[in-house]
C-alpha cells in the first residue's frame, strides 16, 4: 500500500479540523456528535501518513512534538484560566471537571495517535508514552500552577467538616483521586505535597485542641472526645483519602490528644488515672486501654502509675497493720497480721481481675502488679517477715474445728500460694510451713489430709517438686505411722506379757524430713520407761536396719489426777507427765530433787514447773508461793484443786523458736549457695567472677534473693577447699578443680 502523498503540515491541518477542534468542542460542552467509526479511522490512517511518506523521511518526531501542543494549547488557552478564574469549594469542582475532561481527551487523541506508539515510542525509551505526556502536560501546566491552592482549599474543609460543618465528600474523594493519579512513578504528588501538609495541619490542630480541653475537661471526658476524634479521623480516611493515610492520621492524632497530654490527663488530680481506679470507672479505664494500647509504648506510662498506686495501696497495708500491732498487745497480733494477709489477698484479687478485665492481661501490667506486689509483700510486720506470716495464715486456714467449706478453703489455699509468688524468701516460708504442718500432723490439729496435700500439690506446682519433698515426706510418714501403730496394738493382743498395762502410740518419723527437735536423755518414770521398751521391741520385729531416738518433747499424755473433790483427766506433754508421776511415790520434791530425777536442764525445768504451780491450773503447790521459780523452791502434790470441767489441757509455755528457723535456713542458704558455685564452675570450668555471681543469683533467685556479699564469702570459702582457684593471671577469673 502507498501512502497518500502530502506534507507534514497539510495532513496536520485535517487532524486539527476534524479531530483536534471537534474533541475541544466536545470538552467544552458544545453540541457536538461523536467520533464514529469512519472519522476515528481516518484520522488513525492521517497520522500514519504523515508519518510513512515516500521517500521515507523520519516524521515521527515532529508529529510527536505536534501531539505534546495540542495539549499545551489547549490547557493554557482553556483549562488554567477557567480553573485559576474560581476559588475556594468551586476552584476545585472546576478543577476535578478539568482533570476528568483532560483524560477524555488522552484516551481520544491516544486512539488517534496511536502508531506513534507502535512504531515510534517503542523505539524511543526515553520518551514519555502518549498517556504519559498527557499526564505530565497537566501536571507541569496546571498542578504545578494551582495545586498548593487546591490543598490549602481541601485541608480547609477537612478542618470545617472537623468543626461539625457539612462538606461535599464526594467533591474531596475526586481531588483526592486526582493527587493520587497526576502522579508519576518519580512524582507522588498525594503523599509529598497533599499528605504531608494535611499531616502537619493536623498536628497544629489538634495540638490547639489538646491544650484546651486538657483544661476544660476531666480524664474521662477528655478521652471520650479523643476516641472520637479518632473514629471520625478514621471514618474520614475511608471516604475521600487512601487507604495508606490512615495510620499516618491516626497516629498523628494519637500523639497530640494522648502522648503529648499522656502525663497530664493520668495524673489528673480528681479523674486521673489514679483517681478512676479507685472509683473502679470500668467503662473509663476500659477506653483508656483500647486508647493508649493501639500506641507504641503508649502503656508503659499508665502501667508504671498502676504500679505506683498498687505498691501505695499494699504499703498502706502493710503500714496499718504495723501501727495497729505496735498499739495492741502481744496476744492480739497474730490476729492483726492474719487481717493484713487477708487484705493483702483481697487486694491481689481485686487487681487480678482488673488486669484480666481492663487491661486484657497485658504483659506490662502483669509486671506491674508483680513487682508492685513484692514491693510492700516483703516487708516486715512488728519484726515478722511476710513468710513467716504466710506460713501461719496456712496454719490459721487448714486449723481444726472451722465451719468453712471445702471450696472456700482451697480457695483461700490457692490464694496464698499465689501471694508467696511475689515473697522473695520462699525458704523462709518453707522452713516455718514446716513447722507448723509437723504441729497440726502430730498434735491432729490438720483440717484434714486432702487439705493438707491439696496445698502440698499446689506448691509443687508453682515451685517444684524440691519445695515440698520434705513436707511430703512428713505427711507420707504420718500415714506409715498409723500402720505400725495398728501393728503395734496386734502385737501386744499377741504378747499378753509384752502389754505395759496403759494405752499408748508412737509415731515414728523420718528424721530427714522433719523439722529438728532437742533431744534429751529424759529418766522417764517406770511406766513411761516399759512403753518405750515395748516399742523398741516391736520395732525390732519389723525392720532392722533403722535406729530410734526419741523426742520426747512432741508427746503427750493423758493421766488421771486423783484430787479431794473429784479424778480429773489431765492433757499434758511428756514431760509434765513425768513430772507429775514423781509425786506418786513423793509427797514433796524440791527443785533440785526434781532435775536430778528428771534429768532436765535448769532453764527446761523452770519451764515445766512454772506450767504446774504458777500458770492457770495448780496441779502443785510451791514454796514460796511466788510467780517465779527458783532453784531453792519445794513442790508438793496439790489435793485441794478443783475446776469445773472433768478434763483439762495444761499447756507448756510456748518456745521462740523464729531466732532457730532463721539460723538454720541461713545455714541451708550457705549449702545451697555452695551447690549452686559447684554446679555453675562445673559445666564452665573458667568464669568470671561478675558472670558466677549473677548465674548464681538467677539459679538461687527462686527460692531467696541471695546476699551477694555472702555468695563472694562462699566462693572464697571453696577455694580455701580446694573447689575453685583464681587465675594467676587474672585474679577476677575462677577455675573449677575437678
Not at 488522552?106 to 507502535?118: D, N
Not at 523462709?428 to 507448723?436: G, N, T
Request: proline letters at 2%.
Amino acid at each position: 500500500m502507498v501512502a497518500k502523498t502530502f506534507t507534514v503540515e497539510e495532513g496536520w491541518e485535517y487532524m486539527k479540523n476534524n479531530g483536534i477542534l471537534k474533541l475541544i468542542r466536545i470538552l467544552e460542552g458544545l453540541s457536538e456528535p461523536s467520533f464514529t467509526i469512519a472519522e476515528s479511522m481516518m484520522l488513525y490512517t492521517t497520522v500514519y501518513n504523515m508519518c510513512n511518506q515516500h521517500p521515507r523521511p523520519d516524521n515521527s518526531e515532529k508529529v510527536y512534538k505536534k501531539y505534546q501542543e495540542v495539549f499545551e494549547e489547549y490547557i493554557i488557552s482553556k483549562v488554567l484560566p477557567s480553573i485559576k478564574e474560581k476559588h475556594g469549594e468551586i476552584m476545585l469542582m472546576e478543577l476535578v471537571k478539568r482533570w476528568v475532561n483532560h483524560k477524555v481527551m488522552i484516551r481520544w487523541l491516544s486512539r488517534f495517535f496511536e502508531y506513534l506508539s507502535r512504531s515510534y515510542l517503542v523505539k524511543k525509551l526515553d520518551f514519555s508514552s502518549l498517556e504519559e505526556l498527557g499526564v505530565t502536560r497537566f501536571r507541569n501546566l496546571v498542578y504545578l500552577e494551582v495545586g498548593r491552592n487546591a490543598i490549602d482549599v481541601v485541608i480547609t474543609l477537612i478542618n470545617k467538616e472537623r468543626e461539625g460543618q457539612q462538606i461535599d465528600r464526594g467533591l474531596l474523594k475526586n481531588v483526592s483521586d486526582f493527587f493520587i493519579e497526576i502522579g508519576s512513578e518519580c512524582i507522588n504528588c498525594y503523599e509529598m505535597d497533599f499528605e504531608a501538609l494535611m499531616l502537619q495541619d493536623t498536628s497544629e490542630y489538634y495540638s490547639r485542641k489538646a491544650s484546651k480541653w486538657i483544661v476544660e475537661d476531666s480524664c474521662p471526658d477528655y478521652m471520650l472526645k479523643a476516641e472520637e476524634c479518632l473514629k471520625r479521623e478514621r471514618d474520614r480516611v475511608s471516604h475521600y483519602m487512601h487507604p495508606s493515610t490512615e495510620k499516618k492520621l491516626v497516629e498523628k492524632v494519637q500523639h497530640e490528644l494522648l502522648m503529648v497530654k499522656s502525663k497530664q490527663l493520668l495524673e489528673k488530680e480528681c479523674s486521673g488515672f489514679c483517681a478512676l481506679l479507685r472509683e473502679e470507672k470500668v467503662e473509663d479505664l476500659s477506653r483508656m486501654y483500647r486508647l493508649y494500647h493501639e500506641i507504641p509504648q503508649g502503656l508503659e506510662n499508665i502501667a508504671s502509675i498502676y504500679k505506683e498506686h498498687i505498691t501505695g495501696e499494699g504499703t498502706a497495708l502493710v503500714k496499718e497493720a504495723e501501727d495497729a500491732a505496735t498499739n495492741q498487745d502481744a496476744s492480739k497480733v497474730g490476729v492483726q497480721e492474719q487481717v493484713l494477709i487477708r487484705k493483702i489477698t483481697k487486694l491481689l484479687d481485686k487487681n487480678v481481675a482488673q488486669v484480666k478485665d481492663l487491661f486484657s492481661n497485658h504483659t506490662l501490667f502483669n509486671k506491674a502488679l508483680k513487682e508492685a506486689f513484692e514491693v510492700f509483700c516483703n516487708k516486715a510486720v512488728a519484726g515478722r517477715s511476710s513468710a513467716e506470716l504466710l506460713a501461719a495464715s496456712c496454719d490459721n486456714i487448714l486449723h481444726k474445728g472451722g465451719n468453712e467449706s471445702d471450696e472456700d478453703i482451697e480457695e483461700k489455699l490457692e490464694k496464698v500460694v499465689k501471694l508467696l509468688a511475689f515473697i522473695y524468701d520462699k525458704d523462709i516460708f518453707a522452713e516455718f510451713y514446716r513447722k507448723k504442718l509437723a504441729r497440726r500432723l502430730l498434735f491432729e490439729r490438720g483440717a484434714n489430709e486432702d487439705h493438707e496435700k491439696s496445698i502440698l500439690s499446689k506448691l509443687k506446682q508453682q515451685f517444684g517438686g524440691l519445695f515440698t519433698s520434705k513436707m511430703e515426706g512428713m505427711v507420707t510418714d504420718i500415714i506409715l505411722a498409723r500402720e505400725y501403730q495398728t501393728k503395734l496394738v496386734e502385737y501386744l493382743c499377741s504378747n499378753s506379757n509384752a502389754n505395759p498395762g496403759i494405752d499408748f502410740s508412737v509415731t515414728v518419723l523420718t528424721s530427714g524430713f522433719w523439722p529438728t527437735y532437742k533431744s534429751f536423755n529424759l529418766s522417764l518414770p517406770t511406766e513411761m520407761a516399759k512403753c518405750v521398751q515395748v516399742f523398741k521391741d516391736f520395732y525390732d520385729t519389723q525392720t532392722k536396719h533403722r535406729r530410734l531416738t526419741w523426742i520426747y518433747s512432741l508427746g503427750t499424755c493423758n493421766i488421771n489426777a486423783k484430787f479431794e473433790t473429784k479424778t480429773i483427766e489431765l492433757i499434758v506433754s511428756t514431760y509434765q507427765a513425768a513430772a507429775l508421776l514423781l509425786f506418786n511415790s513423793s509427797d514433796r520434791l524440791s527443785f533440785s530433787e526434781i532435775r536430778t530425777q528428771l534429768n532436765l536442764t535448769d532453764d527446761d525445768l523452770v519451764r515445766l514447773l512454772h506450767s504446774l504451780s504458777c500458770a492457770k491450773y495448780k496441779i502443785l503447790k510451791k514454796e514460796p508461793n511466788t510467780k517465779t521459780i527458783s532453784p531453792t523452791d519445794n513442790f508438793e502434790f496439790n489435793y485441794k484443786f478443783t475446776d469445773k470441767m472433768r478434763r483439762i489441757k495444761i499447756p507448756v509455755p510456748p518456745v521462740d523458736e523464729r531466732k532457730k528457723v532463721i539460723e538454720e535456713v541461713d545455714k541451708d542458704r550457705r549449702y545451697t549457695i555452695d551447690a549452686a558455685i559447684v554446679r555453675i564452675m562445673k559445666s564452665r570450668k573458667v568464669l568470671e567472677l561478675q558472670k558466677l555471681v549473677i548465674e548464681c543469683v538467677e539459679q538461687l533467685s527462686n527460692m531467696f534473693k541471695p546476699d551477694i556479699k555472702l555468695i563472694k564469702r562462699q566462693i572464697e570459702d571453696l577455694i580455701t577447699r580446694d573447689y575453685l582457684e583464681r587465675d594467676q593471671d587474672n585474679p577476677s577469673m575462677f577455675k573449677y578443680l575437678a
